[in-house]
């Protein structure tokens, strides 16, 4: 009699005088573990093309900087004159940009980012240009001044990620902590892969290579239509700065930003003082790799309570972990304990950033998203160059070792904010 597919097989048989039966069924695997946190995010359809792309013009924000200030110092022998020029353009970036994703938000992710990148991309070229043709002093200021209109790209992929999440926040809170990760990642490679090709083959050539990223990654970026937000070309909603709570989170932004400036020049003058001045991105490495594993742990787990009261306990762990540096360089001045301590202390940094986000997304008004996390952006900017100053003057006029007391300043200023009541309703 013929069996039926889906009925167990056996076969009968006769030892002696015992019968035994044997299952010839065929038999499963083992059970399947289901996927991770990130695999779920990056099965959601045409999630895995507009992050190819997006990494590839994000990877540029960690080289245009480093890579300008090797060119310009390196042929014209004057460090003042590329920091001048860098901070021109980090000014003229935290005008610009919050104006270019109203823009993004009103007409398209497309439709403004590619001229916008176009633009910026000309204005890199125009620099590398002078600075091979000697020009005056003044066209490197004009021209690094015209790559403020470089768009957001972090932004758009976080905007694109609340567009196909929706209002699922467990796989909203791992995407924002995977553009975290993605951003630590890209700042942690950038100056290395910067200062390999200025160094290797020309002074120009990190300036190049990063404008030729920057302006394919936001061409494939801007072809994967199916995913990009809808446009809201009027909206009666409110500019993002005048949103309950807003103020004072981009203030905390602010003092984040403070400490990102400070630990990079004090880091530098430190390893410079111990007479390892090209470890410096080697150390400078570390923190951003500790930044990006602590970002990418934080974003697999479901964490409790509310966001504002999550703020406040990863910028208090901020505050207290960057007190390692600082007791590391006073106590030992041990270089190498020096850069675990800066392992540890960034680990506190990718969690304070994602919650951050999560934060400003949720009181940005709808149909300006785009200019909400691009104003926070401007707030870290103008922190950086804050935290920048603070630092130098601090390694110039004291120490390298007091140096490291500036981030802890900017943290602790960081949590005074953010237990202010507005700041965490």
Not at 185 to 202: E, I, K, R
Request: charged content about 10%; hydrophobic content about 50%.
């Amino acid at each position: 009699m013929p069996h039926s597919p889906s009925r167990q097989a056996l076969l009968l048989t006769v030892t002696g005088d015992t019968l035994v039966a044997a299952d010839l069924s065929p038999r499963g695997g083992p059970p399947r573990r289901p996927p991770g946190p990130y695999r779920r995010l990056l099965r959601h359809s045409g999630a895995r093309a507009f992050t190819l792309g997006n990494l590839m013009a994000r990877l540029p924000m960690g080289m245009f900087s480093v890579s300008a200030v090797m060119m310009i110092a390196g042929t014209r022998g004057s460090y003042a004159l590329a920091g001048a020029v860098t901070a021109t353009g980090l000014a003229a970036t935290a005008v610009v940009a919050p104006w270019v994703a109203r823009l993004v938000d009103r007409y398209g992710q497309a439709r403004v980012a590619v001229p916008a990148t176009a633009f910026a991309v000309c204005g890199s070229l125009a620099l590398l240009l002078c600075v091979r043709h000697g020009t005056p002093d003044w066209t490197l200021f004009a021209a690094y001044a015209a790559t403020a209109t470089t768009p957001n790209t972090g932004g758009m992929s976080r905007a694109r990620w609340a567009h196909l999440l929706g209002d699922d926040t467990a796989a909203r809170h791992t995407a924002n902590s995977f553009e975290q990760a993605v951003d630590e990642l890209c700042f942690m490679l950038g100056p290395v892969l910067a200062a390999f090709l200025c160094g290797t083959f020309f002074p120009e050539a990190g300036t190049l290579a990063a404008a030729v990223l920057l302006l394919t990654g936001v061409l494939l970026f801007a072809a994967q239509r199916s995913t990009e937000p809808p446009v809201h070309r009027r909206t009666p909603a409110k500019s993002p700065l005048r949103a309950p709570g807003m103020p004072s989170l981009l203030a905390v932004c602010l003092a984040t930003g403070g400490v990102f400036g400070a630990m990079e020049v004090v880091t530098i003058a430190f390893v410079d003082a111990q007479g390892h001045r090209t470890a410096a991105g080697a150390v400078l490495a570390l923190q951003a790799a500790g930044s990006c594993a602590a970002g990418l742990l934080y974003g697999a787990v479901r964490p409790a309570g509310p966001a504002g009261s999550r703020l406040t306990w990863c910028v208090a762990a901020m505050a207290a972990l960057l007190t390692l540096p600082l007791l590391a360089a006073s106590l030992t001045g041990s270089l190498v304990l020096v850069a675990g301590a800066l392992l540890l202390a960034g680990m506190a940094t990718a969690p304070t950033m994602v919650t951050t986000m999560t934060l400003v997304q949720r009181r940005t008004p709808e149909g300006r998203l785009n200019e909400g996390m691009t104003l926070a952006v401007t707030g870290l900017l103008g922190g950086i160059a804050c935290g920048s100053a603070a630092g130098g003057w601090t390694v110039e006029h004291v120490s390298a070792t007091a140096g490291y007391g500036v981030p802890v300043t900017a943290a602790t200023a960081a949590l005074l904010i953010s237990c202010a009541p507005r700041a965490r309703d």
